[in-house]
């Protein structure tokens, strides 16, 4: 492949720019694919910030977020979940929550915790239940589906395992 | 060459023969004629194959094999992780084009007799490959745990029983228990990860080894018009008229893969629910459809073992073809050829078409 | 199996030796000496006064110790010693009471068991027919219980087991010979009880699937003192444990005049024994709907009764959509499950619109419904916005595509650069 000088030199640099050109032109579309992939890669490898799927333990809120007697719903899988701190509970102690699935169990209402009288209360149907979970009065058939909580620097985690 | 004058290259050159790799390539050629086309295939497959590799690897990040959350995590994947739909979309698009391209580069090879004399190893390797293709198709559709996949699943390994003897036992092998489970999730998981990627590397290597060994095979036809001095021996220089054709291919391809990821992004589908019933005219993966459909024609025994007997003799066929082997066009293997892939397409099509059968 | 029966059977005879040793039993169980070896076998086997050391002496009186090695029977049953004849059917309530009515004996064995079973059985329509009109084919103790073999009720195999309750009811209330003559509201009274409780919401829980919590017939009826609940209130019957339903109801202006009525409160719309899963479609203007009987158009509670119906109907069809949506949205995989998790609130305030619905009151039902309606609608338009973003990534597409585009362009003028400085044929 030996370039034999045959052309004019007008020619040969006309040639020469015309190369360059395609070059660039190349190596720009080669950079732009190149970006093009490696940008969509990076952005899926940095996890997102909902946690992830298939969950047995989230992160339910943060230490200091609730206050002692006031409950709260969170997303737990797919359904929903309610953190208490017990009334004169230490909000920095575990063993001062308690965490259940937050579907009653008669016909599948989100419960919600009453303040007042310190029980997680349906409003569907009048159902209470005590904060072990049990069927204080009304319609549910059976108890809440109790979950572990744990306190891991700030964060609350509630998880699905058996404690 | 003057301009590897820099470090690095003499560095490497003086460790890995920097300079003997460049002379190989740089004298590696392409035959060059009007079938040359079929040529690109090969490169399109191993392209494809490259890239389901990466967006495996990147699915790894996220998935998890187990009947309580792979769907989730699927599901996850698509909707949560930032460009997961084009990463998973993407890794289905791709599986499904490579296996097309296998099939085309196979049955191009046959057609033009590349299995020839003294190429009976790369077409075995080759056949080989095709199967392990197959098995990553199958064992990948079941991961994502969803409905369609669990009763494919269900049908195809099913086909296991067949098999005197050892049967029921390939079946629990394969399903890791008597049903399709968790179990089977799990296994297949493995195989599609670890067992499959390993035998194909494996096997890809010894491939690629007798293509670079062997170079292209020529078609009979063309090497009767060069020796006959009807036509020139023409030749495409490796580096770089044949790889920048197969850079072009390449970007074509992954311009309709986003295309089709982007407007189509693949479905989730439902959650497998193995008590659900299964519904009517279910049907596995296109690619083994024309089996599939076969199976409903003739007894279940006799398809198998027929599919089995006619993979084995595909796989040693350059043993059976001496015609081709000595150099003299075979047109009956044409023949054989033609029918075959107008069999499978008629085949996929009766199952497409008439889905109440 | 068979062994388990055994061991258990070695252990009752055994563990109630006492038993074994009575004069009565001795006799009463073997075939030689007395006619009927039944009493004592039920006696015997499973008795709950067997259990606790009670002898047949306890109530029928006589000697135990006396008679079987005498081959006397005088011996034992010696009235000197207390023994009484077994008492006619009339007899039996205060027999039993004599124990079961003695608050402080009672105490001994289950201090929780009630001892006003004979008080509460002379309320009842049994216990006064018994006493006062001195009708014996009544239900006494003994008809329901058993005599001998008496089990608790939480016995699955006694009679007054919670499933078993109805079948026993049924065994005199079912027969229309047995029954003729008595009169229930001026008309002969009704055999069908079991038949229509059996296809009940009720009936089919109790007796197909056990569950404890819905009503046998002493659930509205009381058992001992076994009474028609209209005579005292059926909305209190139902309110036991359709708590809410029973509060709006009596909070509704319905509430007064429905208790006027020959089938009051609840009766009136929902029936008894026959009572069925309430569907939306009892309340409204359209057929199947129960306002309408009372209702006229263009009245002010016709009018009332369709914006209710409405209201109910528009948040389902809401939820239905919205469901629709979330689930082709997740099943493209452009939504994870946060579309089906938001919509739980509408489908609470399905939940409670029909329990609301018997406050009668549009306003508060509508107030729930539009709740639910404006989350479904909420959700709906995040999965068909969820739907629309695999459209945006459309703009995606399109730069890429015209990389790709100019990526193949370059290549292409490359190739043939490239092609133009090569000799393609090979000169040997």
Not at chain 2, 4 to 26: C, T
Not at chain 2, 229 to 235: F, G, I, Q, T, V
Not at chain 3, 96 to 106: G, L
Request: glycine share 8%.
């Amino acid at each position: 492949m030996l370039e034999i000088d045959i052309y004019p030199l007008e020619m040969r640099l006309e040639k020469v720019s015309r190369r360059n050109a395609i070059n660039i032109l190349l190596g720009s579309g080669i950079a732009a694919l190149g970006a093009g992939t490696i940008y969509p890669i990076i952005r899926y490898i940095i996890p997102p910030a909902e946690s992830g799927s298939g969950t047995s333990s989230v992160s339910a809120a943060k230490v200091g977020e609730l206050k002692p007697n006031e409950g709260k719903i969170f997303k737990f899988g797919d359904k929903p979940a309610i953190l208490v701190l017990k009334a004169g509970g230490d909000p920095s102690s575990a063993a001062s929550y308690v965490a259940f699935t937050a579907v009653c169990t008669h016909l599948g209402c989100t419960v919600q915790y009453r303040a007042d009288i310190k029980n997680i209360w349906c409003a569907c149907h009048n159902g209470h239940y005590d904060l072990n979970g049990m069927v204080i009065s009304g319609p549910p058939p059976t108890p809440l589906t109790a979950y572990t909580v744990a306190i891991k620097g700030e964060e609350i985690f509630v998880s699905s395992a058996k404690a | 060459m003057a301009e590897h004058s820099n470090w690095l290259y003499r560095w490497l050159d003086e460790r890995v023969d920097l300079q003997g790799l460049e002379k190989f390539l740089r004298h590696k050629t392409v035959p060059y004629h009007r079938h040359s086309i079929w040529y690109y295939v090969g490169g399109m497959t191993l392209y494809l194959f490259v890239v389901q590799v990466i967006t495996g690897i990147l699915l790894l990040l996220y998935y998890k094999p187990t009947a309580e959350s792979a769907y989730e995590s699927v599901q996850y994947i698509m909707t949560e992780v930032p460009f997961g739909w084009l990463v998973r979309s993407i890794h289905s698009y791709a599986a499904n084009l490579f296996i097309g391209c296998v099939f085309v580069h196979m049955f191009s090879v046959f057609i033009m007799k590349a299995y020839r004399k003294p190429r009976e190893f790369t077409w075995i390797s080759g056949a080989l490959l095709l199967f392990l293709a197959m098995g990553f198709g199958f064992s990948g559709y079941l991961l994502p745990w969803n409905q369609l996949a669990y009763l494919a699943t269900n049908v195809g390994t099913s086909f296991a029983t067949m098999v005197p003897v050892v049967g029921p036992w390939i079946l629990e092998f394969l399903r890791g228990g008597k049903e399709v489970t968790g179990a089977t999730l799990t296994r297949f998981f493995g195989f599609h990860v670890a067992v499959l990627p390993g035998l194909t590397t494996a096997l890809l290597a010894v491939h690629l080894l007798f293509v670079q060994r062997q170079g292209m095979s020529v078609p009979i036809v063309i090497e009767d018009e060069i020796s006959s001095k009807k036509a020139d021996r023409r030749e495409l220089p490796f580096i770089p008229n044949f790889l920048f054709r197969d850079m072009l291919g390449w970007t074509l391809a992954l311009g309709l893969i986003i295309l089709l990821a982007t407007l189509f992004p693949w479905e989730v589908g439902d959650k497998a629910d193995i008590l659900k019933p299964a519904p009517a005219h279910i049907r596995p993966e296109w690619y083994f459809v024309f089996m599939y459909q076969t199976l409903k024609y003739v007894p279940k025994v006799v398809g198998v073992f027929g599919f089995a007997i006619a993979g084995m003799v595909w796989v040693l066929l350059p043993f059976f073809d001496r015609k081709s082997n000595r150099g003299i066009s075979n047109k009956l293997y044409t023949a054989i050829g033609i029918i075959v892939v107008a069999y499978m397409i008629i085949m996929t099509a009766v199952a497409y078409l008439a889905p109440g059968e | 199996m068979r062994s388990i029966s055994t061991i258990i059977f070695i252990f009752l005879t055994t563990a109630f030796t006492n038993a074994q040793q009575s004069s009565c039993i001795k006799c009463h169980i073997s075939s030689d000496r007395v006619p009927d070896t039944t009493v004592a076998a039920a006696y015997l086997s499973a008795d709950i006064h067997n259990q606790n050391g009670i002898g047949c002496e306890k109530c029928h009186g006589g000697d135990p110790t006396k008679g079987f090695t005498e081959n006397d029977a005088e011996l034992a049953m010696d009235p000197a010693k207390g023994f009484k004849p077994p008492p006619d059917k009339a007899g039996i309530p205060e027999f039993c009471a004599r124990c079961h009515s003695d608050i402080e004996f009672m105490k001994q064995y289950n201090p929780k068991l009630p001892a006003d079973q004979l008080m509460l059985y002379k309320t009842s329509v049994h216990g006064k027919l018994l006493f006062e009109k001195n009708d014996t084919k009544v239900a006494v103790c003994s008809d329901c219980h058993g005599a001998h073999g008496v089990l608790p009720s939480s016995d699955s195999r006694s009679k007054v087991y919670h499933q078993n309750a109805p079948g026993t009811c049924a065994a005199c209330h079912s027969q229309a010979q047995y029954m003729a003559g008595y009169i229930n509201k001026g008309k002969p009274i009704a055999t069908d009880q079991y038949d229509k409780y059996s296809q009940s919401v009720h009936g089919v829980l109790v007796l197909q699937k056990g569950d404890q919590s819905a009503p046998a017939c002493n659930g509205c009826h009381s058992n001992h003192g076994a009474t028609l609940p209209s005579l005292v209130s059926v909305s209190a019957a139902c309110g036991e444990c359709h708590a809410t339903n029973r509060d709006f109801f009596k909070s509704s202006p319905h509430s007064e005049p429905f208790g006027k009525l020959e089938n009051p409160d609840c009766e009136h719309c929902h029936g008894y024994h026959l009572i069925q899963i309430a569907s939306d479609t009892l309340l409204g203007t359209s057929s199947g709907a129960l306002c309408v009987g009372c209702h006229e158009p263009d009245s002010p509670g016709y009018a009332a009764a369709a914006t209710m119906r409405m209201a109910i109907d528009s948040l389902k069809d809401a939820i239905s959509q919205a469901e629709n949506s979330t689930k082709e949205a997740e099943q493209k995989g452009a939504e994870g499950g946060q579309g089906r998790f938001d919509l739980g609130s509408a489908k609470d305030n399905l939940t409670m619109v029909r329990s609301v619905a018997h406050t009668f009151d549009p306003d508060q039902v509508e107030e729930i419904t539009s709740a639910g309606i404006k989350t479904a609608n909420d959700v709906q338009q995040k999965a068909l916005a969820a739907l629309g973003d695999i459209r945006t990534r459309q703009i995606g597409l399109a730069v890429s595509l015209l990389v790709v585009i100019f990526l193949a362009f370059a290549i292409w003028r490359k190739i043939k650069q490239v092609d133009k400085d090569t000799d393609f044929v090979v000169r040997n």
